[in-house]
Every structure is written in structure tokens, then in C-alpha cells.
């Protein structure tokens, strides 16, 4: 809960930041990040949130979609205005609530340009941010398509302004492992590394009056 207090210390300050938090399955990562949402929207932050799914790995920035569309969709035309006309166009081609702003060419893309979709992402995020603190909140990274740990990696090396990241995941994918391990080396992040209960600790959550064999 300390650390989470400082990332949006941090945060609030107008830094970007990062929180992994890494643990086997059921120990408490998905409780962990619904905690800092909670205490980020408390803050003022703007919380998007999105979870990978193992059956979605082959939908591009599926996990990203998750987080951002139905946002994205909620907008006002202001915010639409402010963005570049290019820009508006290749996250009209991801997003399904923007994509009435799709052009042919963006939907003719070839996966070699796919990077200009990381800028996209990066400038409506950095718009956003201008306004408030945003924390995007990403569970089960482990299961994330290749497509959304590339804008992860992307946000995690470029980014400017007032982002917090939160990244929960059972083994830091190879796409973005390099990435996260910079960020907290830098100190720009922190990784949370949730173990099991020791005996002592459970004894401490668990109803004095249950006798010792139960």
C-alpha cells in the first residue's frame, strides 16, 4: 500500500511511473490493482483499465482495446478536434467507438507501419494526461497479444507527462521484460512481487477461536 501511496505521489507530481506487480495465480494481483484504482480515482486520476484473456492472443492491441475503447467512445468533440488528422485516423482503425473517423488508408495498413499506431495511442494518452493523471491499469499482461506489448514497451520508453502504468502479470512478457526491468532500475517504476502468506501472517487474518488443527 506504500508504494502504491507513492506512485501516485509521483505521479501527481506530473512524472510517469510504473507499478509491476508480478505473482502466481490467485495471490492477489488483480486485488492489488483494484486498490490503486480506487485510490488513484480518491487522487483525481482518470483510471483505464483492460485485462489480456488467453483465448484473445491473436486480436492486435486487443488488450489495449479493452482499455481505451469504451473511453475513447465517451469523448467530446474537442478532445477529437485536438488530435491530428493522422493520428485520429490509425486509432479509428483499433478503436470500434472512433471508427467512424477510419480512413481506406488506415484500414488498408501493412504491418510495417504498425508503429505509427504507437505514436497515435501515445498522443491521445499524453492529451488525456495534459488534462488529468491517468493510471492504466493492464491485468494479465502474460496473456497480451504481441501488438499491445509493443505499445506497452512504447509508452514505457517514450511517454511525457503524468501516466501511471500498472502492469500485472504471472512472468513479465519478453517483449516488454527489458522495458520494465529499465524502468525500475532508472526508478521511474517499481516491481511488486506478491509472495504467498507465511503461516504466522495467515494466523493473523484468520479467526482466533478456530482451534490449531483447523
Not at 483510471?47 to 475513447?72: K, S
Not at 488530435?83 to 485516423?89: S, T
Not at 467512424?100 to 495511442?121: D, F, G, L
Not at 512472468?171 to 502468506?197: I, N
Request: glycine share 6%; aromatic share 4%.
Amino acid at each position: 500500500m506504500d508504494e502504491l501511496e507513492r506512485a501516485i505521489d509521483r505521479v501527481s507530481s506530473g512524472a510517469p511511473y510504473l507499478v509491476e506487480v508480478v505473482g502466481e495465480p490467485g495471490v492477489g494481483k488483480s486485488a492489488l490493482l483494484a486498490e490503486l484504482a480506487r485510490r488513484a480515482v480518491g487522487r483525481g486520476c482518470l483510471v483505464l483499465d483492460g485485462r489480456a484473456a488467453e483465448f484473445e492472443r491473436n486480436i492486435p492491441f486487443g488488450l489495449i482495446v479493452d482499455a481505451l475503447n469504451d473511453y475513447a467512445g465517451t469523448l467530446e468533440p474537442s478532445v477529437i478536434r485536438a488530435l491530428d488528422e493522422d493520428a485520429l485516423a490509425e486509432l479509428a482503425s483499433i478503436l470500434p467507438s472512433l471508427s467512424a473517423h477510419a480512413t481506406a488508408k488506415t484500414k488498408r495498413r501493412p504491418e510495417a507501419e504498425r508503429y505509427r499506431i504507437h505514436y497515435a495511442i501515445r498522443a491521445l494518452l499524453e492529451r488525456l494526461a495534459a488534462r488529468q493523471p491517468v493510471l492504466l491499469s493492464l491485468d494479465d499482461a502474460h496473456w497480451a497479444d504481441p501488438a499491445s506489448l509493443e505499445v506497452i514497451a512504447h509508452l514505457l520508453r517514450r511517454f511525457r507527462g503524468p501516466l501511471l502504468g500498472a502492469v500485472a502479470t504471472r512472468h513479465a512478457p519478453r517483449q516488454v521484460a527489458t522495458a520494465l526491468e529499465s524502468a525500475a532500475r532508472v526508478g521511474s517504476g517499481v516491481r511488486l512481487e506478491l509472495q504467498p502468506l507465511t503461516e504466522q501472517q495467515a494466523r493473523e487474518l484468520i479467526d482466533p477461536g478456530l482451534d490449531t488443527a483447523t
